[in-house]
């Protein structure tokens, strides 16, 4: 038996020595930061691409091992990493501490990004062998890990405002990778800008937070947050505007399909599948700070993603470019995410805590299993155009018997991203349907209301198998479209094995479903309780039998078809008895969504360039080209040439007197200045 | 209950056939012939698993592994659906919305084959399906999420069950009857949404997609567009089905008999009704979804004035 004072001092000790394990595990955490920046230094030091290659990876190799050994204890449950330092006025102190939400991001974006650093090797070979510097787009590629490690663990507005402005400056820069050509630089200012009006709006959400609490720090933020106040309703509403820019939400998109489409492969991974999600995670971690939300907040969020998701998964299935569509796309899986982070809202505001579970655990696990696909799918868009020097869908076809390996890694991404079972993307769908579909709500309205959202969600995963059969198989499949397209060769080791990993994480999590709710597990216990937890893993259980099953029985009959199939005779395509088929004549990408383009043209605007043949014997050949532009782009870019037309038209009236004339110039100053930044950019 | 499991089992393998000579036979009757057996299918299916299938030189594996996934696909949402009226061999929470994307990658594989023949006709069908099911997919949604909000049930068999009598209102009921005829209509394409007996590609939705598959490949497709027929039949049948809910001989005959009727309810409706016009065939879609959103609506008009 030990005494009371006694068994006082061993617990004395056990805390002394968890403070000092806290304590180790802190250091070797922020020992992260300084291996990146070394890793920087050298890549930009170094005389050989490969050697700055070397540097770079094995710096961000050393920085996820620091990383990940040190977050692992409160990934299993222990207590968050905390460290305060003082700070000169007006800062005072910066806090650090990273919970379980930030550990569960940086635990995948770090290797994420890792993948993407290795991928980018063989994917910029080609330049490098021109003689192209490979080191300030490695030592950018380590400031997005250094960026992620500060966004994740900060707890100090300005810190944090740095560490997003790392992010933003370094993917702008490695969206502009191949800056001679004009395209890529505007796509690049395009973001720029963008991403910047997305900073204006944060920095006005922390100046009134800062007003109000005098202070600097996320704590005193949530301290403020949770009081019923006036102001609660509008920082809710600049943040999620702010973060709705980065993570590019609908109608905030029009900047991502470009720099999707304009960015090396890698970066457009990196920028869709990891950077951008740090707006969910920001939003996630506000929602922490500001506890209890009010419900007009969950309907708001529920409705905004699914909006997003419904436009964004609209507009990929009118895409020629392959990048530009899964850059919509992306638009789309961060619009569900919300769907169930607004779900989660309603939940805890009407406190019924396994509809929140449900909703949070969804939206979680659906923007990891998005990292996880549409990583796969660029890097596969990428070895494609690698091969081809081109992702105009139009113009490929018949690459699967050049190209298998790329073939089918897309596929799996394309199976997994259209939310088919039984891939991962479907698991995190499922959770979201259960939530919407659980009949749970408080009121039969609200019921009814979020059956009809799963209805939409439905049309949207339609949608998405619609958009993504398009996409697969226009370009895999089929003849080549155009012969003056040719084909390289596949994609060498460095390229094909970040992409080998990623659709091995992408079949894992959809057959062990289980293993994707421990990996959100320790986030999820910070929205509630463990009770309701196990109601979530009893109810996808079934599912971890199901998905398996359906995949052998797959596995097995499509592997007897194919010993089957290979002794099978050949000949050519039965084409209704014409003999002389040839690969124009094949259904084209534009054809192949036409028929929904002119069923939703109201939504899915169109311009027609068309030159047809005159006279009964025409002298020259026609030409006739549809092109669906996006309609929330080019309605902004009218708006701000208006804006400024009224202004200038103004400006003239001004009469000269001076005292009047010096104030306006003073007002048509600032409104000039702020118009410069969108007129210039058309 | 071992013995209810078997009988399902049974009725997966042997039913698809018997509603498709089923229909076959209506057709006849109604042209005035005498028409195939009711075995008919299976007599064709034997005879193309004979047969050595010959495959375009432009296709990839993909266009003879895909026929097998979506017979498998099918069996798989046969696997949760009542065929019997009541309990299905498998079920779990859900399972509806598992249900309508294994039917969605089924429709997946064989769309993704027809694109890989590289033939014009083929991709006008695939692009065709792709649009139909899109559409159709929220009006699914609603019609299941309508029953499941009126019962309160989570699960397929569960909510295909509610009938009339467990005072679920008779609107409700209806509509849900009638969407999900119009769902199966176009899943299985049938008449009027897509003729499956023209040989006039342009026209065609399901057929064209399948123009080069041959031999076992095309008994695949053939008998999984069959059990698709008779699986989307039984949730109708179910539906109808006075005794559903309670595993006896007497609800099982009673679905049984009622996939029958749904059969000879087709076989009519394509000898009376011309196709549609494919532009008009989004129209259609879109009164199976008003269906689905009227019985939504009215379940909370159901609930107010229990209140």
Same mark, same amino acid.
């Given at each position: ?454 209805? %939409? ?8 198998? @619609? ?77 971890s039998v199901a998905n398996p099953l359906l995949a052998g029985a797959f596995v097995l009959a499509g592997g007897l078809a194919w010993l089957r199939g290979r002794r099978a005779k050949r000949s050519a395509t039965w084409a209704c008895g014409y003999t002389a088929p040839s690969a124009r004549m094949q259904y084209t990408a534009s054809s192949f969504s036409d028929q929904l383009a002119r069923l939703l043209r109201a939504l899915l605007p169109s311009v027609r360039r068309e030159d047809l043949p005159q006279q009964t014997f025409p002298r020259r050949a026609g030409h006739l080209g ?5 309609? %929330? ?36 100053? %600032? ?12 | ?124 069908g695939a692009a065709r399906e792709a649009l139909f099911s899109a559409l159709l997919e929220p009006a699914l949604f609603l019609v299941a999420g309508a029953l499941s909000f009126l019962g309160g049930h989570r699960t397929l068999h569960e909510i295909a069950t509610l009938h009339v009598r467990a005072g679920g209102p008779a609107v409700v009921w209806v509509l849900a009857v009638a969407a999900l005829l119009i769902i199966l209509q176009v899943e299985a394409s049938r008449m009027p949404v897509d003729d499956p007996s023209t040989h006039l590609e342009l026209t065609m939705v399901h ?48 679905? @049984? ?51």
């Amino acid at each position: 038996m030990l005494s009371a004072d006694e068994r006082g001092s061993d617990f004395r000790d056990a805390r002394a020595r968890d403070a000092i394990f806290s304590n180790a595990m802190t250091v070797i955490f922020l020992l992260s930061v300084p291996v990146l920046l070394i890793g920087v230094t050298l890549a930009l030091a170094l005389r050989s691409n490969p050697a700055r290659a070397l540097a770079a990876i094995a710096s961000q190799a050393t920085a996820t091992g620091l990383v990940l050994v040190s977050l692992t204890p409160t990934l299993r449950g222990g207590s968050p990493l905390e460290r305060v330092w003082p700070w000169p006025k007006p800062i005072n102190s910066i806090a650090f501490r990273v919970d379980a939400l930030g550990a569960f991001f940086l635990v995948w974006s770090l290797p994420m990004t890792l993948l993407g650093t290795v991928y980018a090797v063989g994917y910029l070979r080609p330049y490098f062998q021109r003689g192209r510097n490979g080191g300030s787009h490695f030592a950018l590629l380590n400031l997005v890990s250094l960026s992620f490690v500060l966004i994740y663990s900060v707890e100090n507005a300005l810190v944090f405002l740095l560490a997003w402005e790392i992010a933003a400056i370094a993917a702008w820069l490695l969206v502009i990778w191949d800056y001679s050509n004009q395209k890529i630089r505007f796509a690049g200012f395009n973001y720029l800008v963008s991403t910047h009006v997305g900073l204006f709006v944060l920095v006005a959400a922390f100046m009134l937070l800062h007003s109000e609490t005098r202070s600097m720090d996320f704590a005193a933020f949530g301290k403020f947050l949770a009081q019923p106040s006036a102001l609660r309703g509008t920082i809710f509403l600049l943040l999620g505007v702010s973060f709705a820019l980065k993570s590019a939400f609908f109608p905030f998109h029009t900047w991502l399909p470009r720099a999707h489409s304009a960015a090396p492969a890698h970066v457009s991974a990196l920028m869709s599948g990891v950077i951008h999600k740090a707006g969910l995670f920001a939003f996630l971690r506000f929602t922490l700070l500001m506890g209890k939300p009010e419900e007009w907040m969950g309907w708001g969020v529920l409705s905004f993603g699914l909006v997003s998701a419904f436009f964004g998964i609209l507009y990929t299935t009118t895409q020629r470019d392959l990048k530009r569509l899964l850059g919509y796309s992306s638009t789309e899986n961060v619009g569900i995410a919300a769907v169930g982070f607004g779900i989660g809202y309603l939940g805890w505001s009407w406190g019924i805590p396994t509809l929140t579970v449900c909703g949070f655990a969804g939206g979680l696990l659906h923007l990891f299993n998005h990292a996880l696909f549409k990583c796969l799918l660029f890097y596969a868009a990428g070895s494609v155009y690698r091969a081809t020097h081109t992702v105009d869908i139009e113009r490929l076809g018949g690459l699967a018997k050049r190209l298998p390996a790329t073939t089918a890694l897309f596929l799996v991404g394309a199976i997994a991203i259209a939310a088919l079972p039984p891939l991962n993307g479907f698991v995190s769908e499922l959770i979201v349907y259960s939530a919407l579909l659980s009949g749970s709500a408080p009121s039969d309205q609200g019921n009814v209301l979020l059956i009809c959202y799963a209805a %939409v969600l439905a049309f949207v995963g339609g949608l998405g198998a @619609l958009s993504m059969t398009r996409a697969f198989g226009l370009t895999f499949l089929g003849t080549p479209r155009d012969t003056a397209v040719h084909v390289g060769s596949e994609a060498p080791l460095s390229m094909w094995l970040p992409m080998a990993l990623h659709a091995l994480g992408v079949v894992l999590f959809g057959l062990a479903p289980q293993l994707a709710l421990a990996a959100i597990w320790p986030a999820l216990k910070l929205f509630s309780s463990g009770t309701e937890l196990s109601v979530l893993a009893s109810s996808l259980a079934p599912l971890s039998v199901a998905n398996p099953l359906l995949a052998g029985a797959f596995v097995l009959a499509g592997g007897l078809a194919w010993l089957r199939g290979r002794r099978a005779k050949r000949s050519a395509t039965w084409a209704c008895g014409y003999t002389a088929p040839s690969a124009r004549m094949q259904y084209t990408a534009s054809s192949f969504s036409d028929q929904l383009a002119r069923l939703l043209r109201a939504l899915l605007p169109s311009v027609r360039r068309e030159d047809l043949p005159q006279q009964t014997f025409p002298r020259r050949a026609g030409h006739l080209g549809t092109h669906h532009f996006d309609p %929330v782009e080019r309605r902004t870019f009218e708006m701000l040439g208006q804006a400024e037309d009224l202004v200038a038209h103004a400006s003239e009236r001004i009469p000269e007197q001076s005292r009047f004339a010096f104030a306006a110039g003073l007002v048509a100053l %600032v409104i000039i200045g702020a118009l410069v930044l969108g007129g210039s950019s058309r | 209950m071992t013995l209810f499991r078997i009988a399902n089992v049974v009725a997966l393998v042997v039913m698809p056939i018997l509603m498709t000579g089923l229909i076959g036979r209506v057709k006849s009757l109604w042209s005035g012939r005498k028409g195939p057996p009711i075995l008919q299918l299976a007599y064709d299916l034997w005879r193309l698993v004979h047969k050595r299938p010959v495959y375009s030189t432009t296709t990839t594996p993909l266009f003879f592994v895909a026929p097998q996934l979506f017979l498998i696909s099918s069996f798989a949402s046969g696997l949760i659906a009542p065929l019997l009226g009541s309990l299905p061999l498998a079920s779990f929470q859900f399972d509806f919305v598992w249900f309508a994307y294994v039917w969605a990658l089924g429709r997946v594989a064989i769309m993704l084959a027809a694109l890989d023949t590289g033939s014009s006709f083929e991709g006008m069908g695939a692009a065709r399906e792709a649009l139909f099911s899109a559409l159709l997919e929220p009006a699914l949604f609603l019609v299941a999420g309508a029953l499941s909000f009126l019962g309160g049930h989570r699960t397929l068999h569960e909510i295909a069950t509610l009938h009339v009598r467990a005072g679920g209102p008779a609107v409700v009921w209806v509509l849900a009857v009638a969407a999900l005829l119009i769902i199966l209509q176009v899943e299985a394409s049938r008449m009027p949404v897509d003729d499956p007996s023209t040989h006039l590609e342009l026209t065609m939705v399901h057929e064209v997609m399948v123009l080069d598959h041959s031999g076992p490949d095309l008994a695949a497709i053939q008998l999984g567009a069959a059990t698709k027929l008779f699986v989307g039949s039984s949730l109708v049948a179910t539906l109808l089905n006075p005794w559903a809910g309670s595993p006896s001989l007497l609800s099982g005959l009673t679905n @049984l008999l009622l996939c029958g009727l749904v059969a000879i309810f087709f076989g009519t409706v394509e000898s009376l009704v011309a196709r549609l016009k494919l532009r008009a065939v989004p129209q259609y879609i879109a009164v199976a979804l008003a269906c689905g959103g009227v019985a939504l609506l009215a379940t909370i008009w159901r609930v107010e004035t229990a209140k």
